[in-house]
């Protein structure tokens, strides 16, 4: 009798101790009931944006929407902690069209609809617009090997200018913990070390057009896909199809298989990031501006530009690898056929930074 009232007790929640536990927490893998853990979870993310800062009353806040889970947790959870809290901002959708036919196109209808279930306006920019090309158009000229690369600039970017269209004063992307711990464990393995205190800051780009937050700095996949699954929201579950070899793939495996063994390490992994300090002999690149579309860069030539100009002229890989900007010989192959201004094709963006 004993016994059999010691295992039902051990089925109520941990944290109420009154309700049937639903669910064991990945990050402490305390077992607890669904509302208990709807409540620590927005209450986490909450925590965070008043420790950080993140935000001040009126401002006007661009959300990164992609349709997939990460994106419509944060819409979600951040339109309801606005309201209970009084945050007093004003959100907004935002999306990035890449021109992924049988991906993006499908996601983007997703994100329409949490326009509307959320009553939050979206802008959509695309690739094609900003660009001249899409990613369906890149990949059948560069193949499969880089093309994240250009993706990931040519998204960037594409966000700061969206988030210019729309007015914005920050754009608050659904990064998690998972990402972030990829990314630290990435630059080390690229010996990129001076980039470990920037990709940790929960806030970036404050010297940029934009600032950018991660209030989900501390907050673990496997959880955002437990309170979307218990919520039942709408979100795009599909992987990029152009995106099965990337390298950030192998990290990401490699993290989980750390999370299965100790789930605390992908916070430990973040703390390690934090506490890297840049010697002070390290020479860190300068910030300016790109001479061709007036966007952040440290070269002359912003990365997208450099790679905007590959494409154009038939050389994809122009700005592929290390090496960053233009060499003089292809920049004065581009002055003589071009000039500065007058390219074949599109600019790099339609807005002037």
């Known amino acids: 009798m004993a016994e059999n009232h010691k295992k039902a007790a051990g089925r109520l929640c941990y944290l109420c101790n009154q309700r049937r536990a639903a669910l064991k927490r990945p990050k402490t893998l305390e077992q607890i009931c669904r509302e208990c853990f709807y409540e620590v979870f927005e209450e986490e993310i909450h925590q965070v944006i008043v420790k950080n800062q993140l935000f001040k009353p009126g401002e006007r806040i661009a959300i990164g929407a992609s349709g997939g889970k990460d994106s419509t947790v944060l819409a979600y959870v951040l339109s309801e902690l606005n309201r209970r809290h009084n945050y007093g901002l004003d959100l907004f959708l935002l999306s990035v069209d890449e021109g992924i036919t049988g991906y993006r196109d499908d996601s983007l209808e997703t994100v329409k609809r949490n326009e509307i279930q ?18 369906d158009e890149i990949v059948k000229m560069i193949g499969l090997k880089n093309n994240c690369t250009f993706c990931g600039v040519f998204r960037r970017q594409a966000l700061d200018r969206g988030a210019a269209l729309l007015k914005v004063d920050k754009l608050v992307t659904g990064h998690n913990a998972d990402d972030i711990a990829e990314t630290v464990l990435l630059n080390i393995l690229r010996g990129d070390i001076a980039r470990l205190s920037r990709c940790t800051s929960i806030t970036t780009g404050e010297d940029g057009p ?22 039942r929201l709408d979100y795009f579950s599909t992987e990029c199809i152009y995106s099965p070899n990337a390298y950030r793939g192998f990290a990401r495996e490699f993290i989980k298989d750390l999370e299965r063994m100790r789930p605390r390490a992908i916070l430990d992994i973040i703390k390690s990031g934090e506490d890297f300090r840049i010697s ?30 590959g494409l154009n002229k038939g050389l994809p890989k122009l700005g592929i690898g ?20 007058n390219i074949e094709g599109k600019q790099c963006g339609s807005l002037d930074f």
């Not at 290390?322 to 500065?340: A, I, M, Y």
Request: net charge positive.
């Open 210 to 231: 934009i600032p950018r937050c991660k209030p989900f700095k501390y907050t673990y996949e496997k959880e955002i896909v437990m309170y979307a699954y218990f919520k």
């Open 118 to 135: 959320y009553g939050l306006p979206l802008k959509i920019v695309s690739y094609k617009d900003l660009y001249g090309w899409t990613m």
């Open 322 to 341: 290390r090496s960053r900007g233009l060499d003089n010989n292809h920049r004065k192959d581009v002055k003589q056929s071009n000039g500065t201004n």
């Open 280 to 309: 002070t002999s390290t020479k860190m690149p300068e910030q300016g501006t790109c001479e061709r579309c007036g966007y952040i860069s440290s070269q002359k030539w912003c990365k997208a530009c450099v790679l905007l100009e």
